[in-house]
């Protein structure tokens, strides 16, 4: 037996070595990589070179330079226009993205324009819901409801798939139901509804789909609303697929990320339906090449690649690597290019270095470098937390003293006999309400520095939280006044609780402050407190300007300001609202906020009667 494996050694480990890279990439390209894959597909689209401008597809979209030239926005009349405009044009098919019952206008106006719509056989209204097979029609509001409403859902990889977000498939059909685009498309393209001859058509969740080939945001033709309206301005419209959209930077789900942005407002959807419908025109989905060709390609690279490592030198193996990569790289490219085709790409290039650093020894090259990033970390965390105490005990000491000195020196030259000018006492007082604020400030950064080094202890007492709320309202009632902003409690008889009172004096501070410098003069704060489910609940309202949606998740974080709070001449440190979460839940409590822009603003406070 010796014999025999000493006679065909080389043959055994060829074997081996074949066997073991074919286990490697069979077992690798099972493993899912949709996320990873998701980046390389997307880098194909901006790499690509950009196709020319649509010849079937014009778009008419209401912006902030429409809404600047109308004063206003668009109105029914102004939709009226618009679509005798368009017909006079004579456009195969006129599509209205935006919603036509939410467009504003006088009971007359709309009807005029939904009596219009309804009469334009070759007017439809795409709609996100899905037409389920046996439901009822879907319809608009009345009195729209007689304009024909096709489905046209947006699909996004948000739980499936890469995951991340962005839009690259659209819908065929569902149930047997055909979405809007196939049936646009059909206008030009009569195979466009037949499932068998689309291009790249797959199915996911009894869904047929097919892949979306994206064009570059702007490439689709497009009209201001307003300009639209223009009676001297000829849009060039015969023939054409004609979508109505807005992009007014208002609404996330108007907006959709793409392979070409993942940004939140990467691309309208009133392009993305354009996209769409243009890929179905052409018939160019992108192909996914079949799991067999994507798994031939893996299993062939890990057999190259442990033959290069086991049987050349290492600088030779590295070049080899190097160039195996470029080439399949590019290969990959190509047939995206030319022919539309996707071939996976993350498995064969993982494949690609696992193999090689599977066999190269390497480790101590490796463990090493590990270290000196580990050193490295470990010497930059060292000298940041020097720095951190360093600062701390700078603001604790050399800022403190000076400002108390400051303050004294206010205090005495205010109660001084000899008499000051108006200019004098209202420099005076700016000094000692400057003071007043710079202190506070370095009091929150020592109370955050404490946090950070877990140094804050709670000093519990039993008392009203009723009076501790009607102390902070008496300490702010001059600064109210100051903006003629009054202050309404509807404080309910409580149960004393224990607390730390001084956290808690923080915490609701902090709240009536921020509510009086966000509020508009002559406004009111409503301060309220009451028991619900054992618990007392405490709530600070409003009147000014609102949190955006998009920042509300965001108001405790620590050192966060919403987009509202930093365009506003109140100044903070971002660190108030980290602060007052901190101690309400260091009572093992909570605090949530409610919000809507132009309509203020509600804290809520919920602390429990037994800690």
Request: charged share 20%; hydrophobic share 45%; glycine share 4%.
């Amino acid at each position: 037996m010796l014999s025999f494996y000493q006679k065909h050694e080389k043959i055994i480990l060829a074997l081996f070595r074949l066997v073991l890279a074919f286990i490697i990439g069979f077992l690798i390209s099972r493993v899912p990589l949709d996320s990873l894959e998701a980046y390389l597909y997307d880098a194909r689209f901006r790499l690509r070179p950009d196709p020319a401008p649509s010849q079937y597809v014009h778009l008419i979209m209401t912006s902030d330079r429409s809404l600047e030239a109308l004063k206003r926005p668009p109105e029914a009349g102004d939709h009226l226009r618009l679509l005798e405009k368009i017909e006079a044009e004579k456009p195969l098919q006129i599509i209205y993205i935006t919603d036509l019952s939410t467009i504003e206008g006088d009971p007359a106006s709309k009807a005029k324009l939904a009596q219009k719509a309804a009469s334009l056989s070759h007017l439809i209204q795409a709609s996100e819901l899905m037409q389920m097979k046996g439901e009822p029609a879907l319809a608009l509001k009345p009195p729209f409801q007689k304009i024909p409403v096709k489905s046209a859902p947006p699909t996004w990889d948000r739980t499936i798939l890469a995951r991340d977000g962005v839009t690259r498939r659209m819908m065929l059909s569902y149930q047997d139901e055909w979405m809007m685009h196939p049936e646009v498309a059909a206008l030009y393209n009569s195979e466009a509804k037949n499932l068998l001859s689309i291009r790249g058509r797959f199915n996911l969740f009894e869904a047929e789909q097919a892949l979306i080939n994206f064009r570059r945001k702007g490439n689709f033709p497009t009209t201001e609303f307003a300009q639209a309206l223009n009676e001297s301005l000829t849009l060039d419209l015969k023939g054409k697929v004609v979508l109505i959209g807005d992009d007014l930077n208002q609404v996330a789900k108007k907006y959709i990320q793409t392979p070409f942005d993942r940004s939140v407002k990467g691309m309208t959807v009133t392009e993305m339906h354009a996209n769409m419908i243009q890929t179905l025109i052409e018939n160019s989905a992108p192909v996914k090449a079949p799991q067999g060709l994507n798994l031939f390609f893996t299993i062939i690279i890990s057999i190259l690649i442990v033959h290069v490592v086991l049987t050349w030198s290492p600088g030779r193996g590295i070049l080899i690597l190097i160039a195996t990569a470029a080439t399949f790289f590019l290969l990959g490219y190509l047939f995206f290019w030319w022919g539309g085709v996707v071939i996976e790409m993350i498995h064969p290039l993982i494949t690609i270095f696992l193999c090689y650093y599977f066999f190269i020894p390497y480790r101590l090259i490796v463990e090493n470098r590990k270290s000196w990033e580990y050193y490295q970390k470990h010497k930059l965390l060292s000298e940041v937390e020097t720095l951190k105490t360093n600062f701390i005990g700078m603001m604790s000491h050399d800022l403190k003293t000076p400002l108390a000195r400051i303050q004294g020196m206010t205090e005495i030259i205010s109660k001084d006999s000899s008499p000051l000018s108006t200019p004098q006492r209202e420099a005076l007082d700016m000094i000692k309400q400057s003071s007043e604020d710079l202190l506070r400030f370095i009091s929150t950064i020592l109370h955050y520095a404490k946090i950070e080094s877990q140094g804050i202890e709670l000093h519990l007492e039993s008392r009203d939280i009723n009076e501790i709320l009607k102390e902070v309202i008496r300490k702010h009632d001059f600064l109210a006044k100051l903006k003629h902003i009054q202050i309404k409690a509807e404080l309910e008889p409580l149960f004393s609780i224990k607390v730390d009172p001084e956290l808690m004096k923080k915490v609701l501070s902090n709240l009536v402050e921020n509510a009086i410098k966000y509020s508009p003069e002559n406004s009111k704060i409503l301060i309220a407190s009451e028991e619900v489910n054992n618990k007392v609940v405490l709530q600070v309202s409003d009147q000014g300007m609102g949190i955006d949606p998009e920042d509300l998740p965001n108001v405790f974080m620590k050192f966060f300001r919403s987009k509202n709070a930093k365009s506003s001449p109140v100044k903070g440190s971002g660190l108030g609202l980290y602060l007052a979460k901190y101690f309400v839940e260091l009572h093992g409590g909570s605090i949530s906020v409610e919000s809507a822009l132009g309509q203020g603003t509600t804290f809520t406070v919920e602390l429990p009667f037994n800690q």
